[in-house]
């Protein structure tokens, strides 16, 4: 672990160190955690970023057409 300072106004100061009183831990341990959630969350959405862009378009024949608006909205047949 390396140690880090951490400069904040004093309305935020106030928040964090109730936020990790009620957590029972230390402000330094409760901003640790913070930055490894966000950390986390940010590598599932790169991975599933990489992982989207990896679809290929559908290609379409050049005799298939495209639907006019009352055909794609057409809902009866759906009843």
């Known amino acids: 672990m390396k140690n880090v300072t951490v ?10 160190r109730i936020r990790a009183a009620r ?13 490894e959630q966000a950390r986390l969350r940010d590598g599932v959405y790169e991975r599933s970023m990489r992982a ?7 290609a379409f ?3 298939a057409r495209y639907l006019s608006r009352d ?4 809902r009866a047949g759906l009843r």
């Open 52 to 58: 989207a862009l990896k679809f290929q378009p559908l």
């Open 7 to 16: 400069t904040m106004n004093e309305d935020a100061l106030e928040w964090v």
């Open 61 to 63: 024949s050049k005799q």
């Open 23 to 35: 957590k029972n831990s230390s402000v330094s341990r409760y901003l640790g955690e913070l930055v």
């Open 71 to 74: 055909e794609a909205n057409d």
